[in-house]
Nanobody, 120 residues
């Protein structure tokens, strides 16, 4: 059974940085695309960033140039480096695992989420 465990959320001031981590177990991590999604209060869950098994990446327009997604297949872990954070980045961030090598496959598994609050 696939398990995804996020960590690294917290409170940060505008302009600050955080790095989220998502550790995966129960599957062959290296052949799966991964995504970081976020859900702000009262809003729908949206994709922030995704990474294919070959490490190709894609970003929402709202985070391009500020967020960087990466993966370490040796550690079965995907990361989201978030820089120049804004109050509108405040959300619960969820790690997701796709069923295939790219984000065009279906979303298979979700983590429980980690809260990021950007506030002074």
């Amino acid at each position: 059974q696939v398990q995804l465990v996020e960590s690294g959320g917290g409170l940060v001031q505008p302009g600050g940085s955080l790095r989220l981590s998502c550790a995966a177990s129960g599957t062959i991590f290296s052949i799966r695309a991964m995504g970081w999604y976020r859900q702000a209060p009262g809003k729908q869950r949206e994709l922030a960033a995704a990474i294919r098994s070959d490490s190709g990446t894609d970003y929402a327009e709202s985070v391009k140039g500020r967020f960087t997604i990466s993966r370490d297949n040796a550690k079965n872990t995907v990361y989201l480096q978030m820089d120049s954070l804004k109050p509108e980045d405040t959300a619960v961030y969820y790690c997701g695992m796709y069923s295939g090598v790219s984000w065009y496959s279906r979303m298979d598994s979700w983590g429980k989420g980690t809260l990021v609050t950007v506030s002074s």
